[in-house]
């Protein structure tokens, strides 16, 4: 008896089209065309892919708003008012400004590794759009504590940061735990470049806090392979992964979840193994 053939899926893209599909997969971080439609036939309950959906999808996202990753794994579309509502309460260029791409990478490691952090910035007025700046990306994720100071508050009170990652610009003036090393902050320094290479303001503020969210949830799920306790090879835990989101990882992604599955989540992890054609 012949097997049924089974019709692929095709779906024809004029210029305009294609170009709103690369811009879509650059976004959200989606390698292929075919994790692309995974993706897409999942969040519509396996219905058929159509043009209607990648336009649906691809519409101008500076006029309509922008998707925003949850929690599960889903995308919400927030309207422009509410992005512009989120802007009032700090000014996206005035914290780009005064936070180096370097800060920004350290503070996120630190903020990962549930350490508190110190940020030494001289000019008070910068302070509430700071904090207001990691309250929203950082919000339904990983919990927050961050302070500001001046230099000479925090010479005068230092007893009060014992614990702190403290941060002044570039340098780090205290890591006690040697977290920061920036052999180890690859992944980190690629999501944050992502952040100030988007030119509106706004939207650099919806693509930082989806890769924050990614690396969240993904961090949560690979713990459920991990739980088992058995020796697991990283090409295993990047098929797990694969199964259950529509992004790629390499190697230097999943040393990246474990370090927050180890320092956040405080969960102890079997070992990890790697072999040279796992991601080649």
């Known amino acids: 008896?012949?097997?049924?053939?089974?019709?692929?899926?095709?779906?024809?893209?004029?210029?305009?089209?294609?170009?709103?599909?690369?811009?879509?997969?650059?976004?959200?971080g989606i390698q292929s065309d075919s994790d692309m439609i995974r993706f897409l036939i999942r969040e519509h309950k396996k219905e058929l892919l159509t043009k209607e959906d990648f336009q649906l999808l691809s519409s101008n996202q500076n006029n309509n708003g922008?998707?925003?990753?949850?929690?599960?794994?889903?995308?919400?579309?927030?309207?422009?008012?509410?992005?512009?509502?989120?802007?009032n309460n700090f000014d996206p260029e005035l914290v780009r400004f005064n936070l180096t791409p370097?800060?920004?990478?350290?503070?996120?490691?630190?903020?990962?590794?549930?350490?508190?952090?110190?940020?030494?910035?001289?000019?008070?007025?910068?302070?509430?759009?700071?904090?207001?700046?990691?309250?929203?990306?950082?919000?339904?994720?990983?919990?927050?504590?961050?302070?500001?100071?001046?230099?000479?508050?925090?010479?005068?009170?230092?007893?009060?940061?014992?614990?702190?990652?403290?941060l002044k610009g570039d340098e780090v003036l205290k890591d006690l735990t040697k977290t920061l090393s920036k052999k180890k902050l690859k992944v980190e320094?690629?999501?944050?470049?992502?952040?100030?290479?988007?030119?509106?303001?706004?939207?650099?503020l919806v693509i930082l806090k989806n890769e924050i969210t990614k690396a969240f949830i993904m961090a949560k799920k690979m713990m459920?392979?991990?739980?088992?306790?058995?020796?697991?090879?990283?090409?295993?835990?990047?098929?797990?992964?694969?199964?259950?989101?529509?992004?790629?990882?390499?190697?230097a992604y999943i040393e990246f979840l474990n370090f927050i599955i180890q320092e956040y989540h405080e969960v102890k992890v079997p070992e990890i193994y790697n072999t040279l054609s796992d991601f080649l």
């Open 224 to 251: 459920l392979i991990l739980e088992k306790g058995e020796k697991i090879s990283s090409k295993e835990i990047a098929n797990f992964l694969k199964l259950n989101f529509p992004f790629e990882v390499n190697l």
């Open 66 to 87: 922008a998707y925003l990753l949850q929690e599960n794994g889903s995308y919400e579309k927030i309207p422009i008012e509410e992005l512009n509502f989120a802007a």
């Open 1 to 28: 008896m012949v097997d049924k053939k089974v019709k692929a899926l095709r779906v024809d893209l004029n210029k305009v089209l294609a170009a709103d599909l690369l811009e879509i997969k650059n976004y959200y």
């Open 189 to 204: 320094k690629e999501i944050v470049q992502k952040f100030y290479s988007e030119t509106d303001p706004r939207f650099s």
């Open 102 to 166: 370097q800060l920004l990478s350290n503070v996120l490691r630190a903020i990962m590794s549930k350490k508190p952090v110190l940020l030494i910035i001289e000019q008070e007025f910068i302070y509430k759009h700071v904090i207001n700046f990691f309250s929203f990306i950082l919000e339904d994720t990983f919990d927050i504590d961050i302070a500001c100071d001046t230099f000479k508050n925090y010479k005068k009170n230092e007893s009060n940061y014992l614990n702190h990652v403290v």
